[in-house]
């Protein structure tokens, strides 16, 4: 890389999640490629402050506007701007000095940062799947019209998107998702009602945030992929495949019209589809972890089971029905794992409220933002009422 080459300057979104951190880390290998401009969380206060003081960004945002004063006071005298709230978190993602958003921010509040900066034509590398899975429609609108980008991150979109690179859309036959079937691929499904959440976060191949890793146990992440891929790469639902494959070397195929099939592998390691969404088209040296070919045996696929999964079966049905069902999946799944997570329902409860919710689900073919923020507030109020409870 030469010294004349562009320094990209990167809004982050989730910079305090798991992805939002892994980025950081790639960021520290190419100090001379990328300036971090702005930085965006949640709630963490305390790590958003120690990343703004490592990597001095000009802005930082955090939308739990109760942690606003703590942050500025502990970066009083850096001249970092400070802002806070959900407003401010789509904002920043279209400031011109920003030619790259990375957008890591979990489940639907990922939606409008992403909407706002492809209306504004940023390049967008897109960790959220919930974006695309809500959003769709109104994303690939807005997209036609402002010129902007997407680079999937997600390891499973990012091996298709690699797999396609000089190749014609027209020519693939078939798109096929692994999923490493989490940590119940082989546990007796008698059992599964005495799941506990701390069984479900342990995850045999991946280390990610706690709402991903309760949907890899209930497969309906590989779901919510089925539905982005969709989106990201405009493959009918019944050419898209989901494969269990539980090395999780394969990261994902493409199966072409002439009976080839292109795969990316690699070990389970989230910086390297990172890195590539921030350097696409070109690839960079980097120290990850190499693939040990003297200790791989074997690669293993097997058809998911449905009674094991059937967030798996929700997801394409919600795919096939169209209009607002998804954005209904999405969020009667983020309630019902939250809840999971509060110890206030059970596992298989999971599956079983979205699959109720989204029976009872509006038809309506056209709609707009403010219908999509509608339905999920109503979807994830009905999750509480089937489950008994009580109002918040």
């Known amino acids: 890389m ?22 950081l880390e790639v960021i520290r290998l190419f100090p001379e490629r990328f300036r971090v401009h702005v930085l965006a969380a949640g709630s963490n206060a305390e790590l958003l402050i120690a990343q703004a003081k490592a990597f001095w960004p000009e802005v930082v945002v955090i939308r739990d506007e109760v942690r606003v004063p703590e942050v500025r006071r502990e970066l009083a005298g850096t001249g970092i701007q ?29 939606l409008l ?10 390049r967008v590398a897109l960790a959220n799947k919930e974006t695309l899975v809500v959003g769709g429609a109104l994303i690939r609108q807005e997209m036609e019209r402002s ?14 998107f690699q797999c396609l690179v000089g190749e014609q859309i027209d020519d693939v036959e078939q798109l096929i998702l692994t999923a490493s079937g989490g940590p119940f691929r082989t546990r007796p499904l008698e059992t599964f ?15 990610m945030g706690a709402k991903i890793t309760i949907d890899s146990a209930t497969m309906m992440n590989k779901g919510l992929e089925v539905i982005e891929a969709y989106w990201l790469f405009g493959m009918k639902p019944e050419r898209i495949q989901v494969l269990i494959h539980p090395q999780s070397i394969i990261h994902s195929m493409v199966a072409f019209m002439d009976g080839s099939v292109k795969a990316q592998l690699g070990v ?27 200790t791989l045996r074997k690669l293993e696929f097997e058809e998911p089971d449905p009674r094991r999964f059937p967030s798996l079966r929700l997801a394409y049905e919600a795919l096939a029905q169209g209009g607002l ?5 999405n969020a009667a799944n983020e309630e019902a794992v939250f809840r999971f997570l509060q110890r206030q329902i059970g596992f298989m409860d999971i599956p079983r409220l979205v699959e109720e919710v989204l029976a009872e689900t509006p038809q309506q073919t056209t709609f707009s933002l403010s219908d999509v923020q509608h339905v999920d507030a109503w979807a994830r109020k009905r999750v509480r009422e089937l489950s008994g409870i009580p109002a918040d």
């Open 147 to 160: 010129g902007a980008e997407l680079i999937p991150v997600d390891s499973e979109h990012s091996a298709i």
């Open 268 to 294: 389970p390691d989230m910086r390297v589809p990172i890195q590539y969404a921030l350097t696409y088209p070109e690839r960079w040296p980097a120290e990850h972890p190499r693939i040990d070919w003297q």
């Open 325 to 329: 069902a998804p954005a209904v999946l």
């Open 2 to 23: 030469a010294s004349e080459d562009p320094v990209h300057h990167l809004c982050i979104l989730g910079s305090t999640g798991s992805i939002g951190r892994q980025t």
């Open 193 to 207: 009602s005495a799941i506990t959440p701390e069984e479900a976060l342990c995850h045999p191949n991946w280390s």
């Open 113 to 122: 940062p992403v909407m706002e900066a492809v209306r504004a034509g940023k």
């Open 82 to 110: 400070v802002y806070g709230g959900e407003k401010a978190l789509a904002e920043v993602a279209t400031f011109p000095e920003v030619d790259m958003v990375v957008a890591a921010v979990v489940g639907f509040a990922g």
